[in-house]
């Protein structure tokens, strides 16, 4: 594909780009990265238990895409395959610490709750989403805010389309349960 300068690298679909990248252009996986970045970080963030591990997980995850773009067959959608690549990440991340196990149980026995305050419901929704287990978490995250199918999710966890569905499930009711409580408390003020 040769090298591309900069206003048409822009041009280029995602695929092309990956396939750029592979062909020896030095600038199309950063273009890549950059047009996904955002993204990719805020499902990163809402992944792991922390920005610091949200940040890590997400450049071992662009490491490991960088270095594996020769595999990607182009049976599914790059953002696709990076986002998978991401949650992946975020998963090896939190198995290998586990502090995050005993920050998360103690976070459900002591929910964080600031009475004083009205509290943006983004901002209760996260801590919500937070308190999921990983699992659910990005089965809900990728077909709820992210917006894939769930065909596309399932292929992206590498589990079955009942599992995704499942996932789905539990975690919207964890999270409306989490919301009553919130509107609860916000109402006993």
């Known amino acids: ?12 679909s995602d695929a092309d780009l990956l396939a750029a990248h592979v062909a020896g252009d030095r600038y ?22 922390n920005p610091e591990d949200a940040d890590d997980a997400l450049q071992d995850a662009m490491l ?4 594996r773009a020769r595999t990607f067959r182009y049976d599914c959608a790059v953002s696709s395959w990076l986002y998978r690549i991401v949650v992946n990440a975020c998963l090896d991340r939190l198995r290998r610490n586990k ?9 459900d026995a002591f929910p964080v709750v600031d009475p004083t305050a009205v509290v943006d419901t983004a901002i209760v ?3 919500a989403l937070m308190r999921l287990p990983v699992e659910q978490r990005a089965a809900v995250v990728a077909v709820d805010m ?6 596309e999710t399932a292929d992206m966890l590498g ?28 109402g006993a003020r």
């Open 159 to 186: 589990v079955p389309e009942g599992t995704v569905k499942s996932r789905c499930a539990r975690a919207r009711s964890k999270l409306a349960d989490a919301l009553d409580y919130f509107d609860s408390r916000a």
């Open 64 to 67: 490991s895409a960088h270095r």
């Open 146 to 151: 992210q917006g894939y199918s769930v065909a």
């Open 125 to 127: 929704v996260e801590h």
């Open 28 to 49: 199309a996986f950063e273009a890549l990265f950059y047009r996904h970045h955002r993204q990719l970080y805020r499902l990163a963030q809402l992944t792991s238990r």
């Open 99 to 107: 502090s995050h196990v005993a920050s998360a149980v103690l976070s």
């Open 1 to 12: 594909m040769g090298t591309f300068d900069g206003r048409a690298r822009h041009d280029l």
